[in-house]
């Protein structure tokens, strides 16, 4: 599966912005989908994750009650949905694939079988 991010951008603190990934081929409802993000001298963390159906979700301590991930398996299609957006959260941020099934927090780097490429979050204060 092939997988492109978008809706990056310069932002101030407080705004929000909707992020996308968007994945090619017929299988991606058989993926579990996260989004990860690296920050300017960072390892990449996960953030959010969401099971093959949409029902599970988890999400960092960092961005909990702030972000929103979802996805529309029709239109091979995931979400991150980031408001109240603040300098810290300033990264590179990717989305990526994993087709076997996992606890959703356990997901790493290292563990995942496809990714996009990133798209730049900057947030102003």
């Known amino acids: 599966v092939q997988l492109q991010a978008s809706g990056g951008g310069l932002v101030q603190a407080g705004d929000s912005l909707r992020l996308s990934c968007a994945a090619s081929?017929?299988?991606?409802?058989?993926?579990?989908m996260g989004w990860f993000r690296q920050p300017p001298g960072k390892v990449r963390e996960l953030i959010a994750a969401?099971?093959?159906?949409?029902?599970?979700?988890y999400y960092a301590d960092s961005v909990k009650d702030r972000f929103t991930i979802s996805r529309d398996n029709a239109k091979n299609t995931v979400y991150l949905e980031m408001n109240t957006l603040k300098p810290d959260d300033t990264a590179v941020y990717y989305c990526?694939?994993?087709?076997?099934?996992?606890?959703?927090?356990?997901?790493?780097?290292?563990?995942?079988?496809?990714w996009g490429k990133g798209t730049q979050v900057t947030v102003s204060s």
């Open positions: 990526a694939a994993k087709l076997t099934v996992v606890t959703l927090g356990s997901l790493t780097p290292g563990g995942m079988d496809y």
């Open positions: 081929g017929r299988t991606f409802s058989r993926y579990i």
């Open positions: 969401i099971s093959r159906g949409g029902t599970n979700t």
